[in-house]
């Protein structure tokens, strides 16, 4: 898929509920690795699977991981093709925000640099600050620079462990 008209993204991904046909939240994101090509996205590499603490009203804890994908797609192309995957696999997005899921797909980076635009924001605004976002991102393309920061993944995720071991 390589080429001109190509755009890579960075992609995180989390479950931290069961499917009934596919299983636990480890096998639905490897599930979700295997449905990106049927959307037109090529996986060039993933993070190994990772363990974190839910963020808001939810309990279970959630698997995580990050993809390196190329894909034709503009942002808000992959956007909706991602919202599909999720909805395939039974994501509803109505109710409480931050509440148990089957499988969330998060836009976080892509080589275009910034794209803001209605609910679209690149880099994701919150990946900074989250633990389980930046380390599976640092380690598939640890040299990828943020466009607002400057800073790498590597970088950002020494930055983030740096200030979690201080406050604790």
């Known amino acids: 898929m390589s080429g001109a008209s190509s755009h890579r993204y960075l992609i995180a991904l989390g479950s931290n509920q069961r499917h009934p046909a596919i299983g636990a939240p480890r096998a639905v994101l490897a599930a979700a690795l295997g449905a990106l090509a049927e959307v037109g996205v090529e996986l060039l590499d993933a993070s190994p699977f990772s363990a974190s603490a839910p963020i808001g009203p939810s309990q279970r804890r959630y698997a995580n ?74 380690a598939i393309a640890p040299q990828w620079r943020d466009p607002v920061s400057g800073f790498s993944l590597r970088q950002l995720a020494a930055r983030l462990a740096r200030r979690r071991a201080l406050s604790r």
């Open 65 to 138: 991981a990050a993809a390196l994908v190329e894909t034709p797609h503009h942002p808000p192309a992959l956007l909706a093709a991602l919202q599909s995957i999720e909805q395939v696999f039974g994501r509803d997005r109505r109710g409480q925000r931050w509440r148990a899921r089957v499988l969330d797909l998060d836009i976080v980076l892509w080589d275009g640099g910034i794209w803001v635009s209605g609910a679209l924001a690149i880099p994701h605004p919150q990946f900074r600050t989250r633990e389980f976002v930046l380390r599976p991102a640092a």
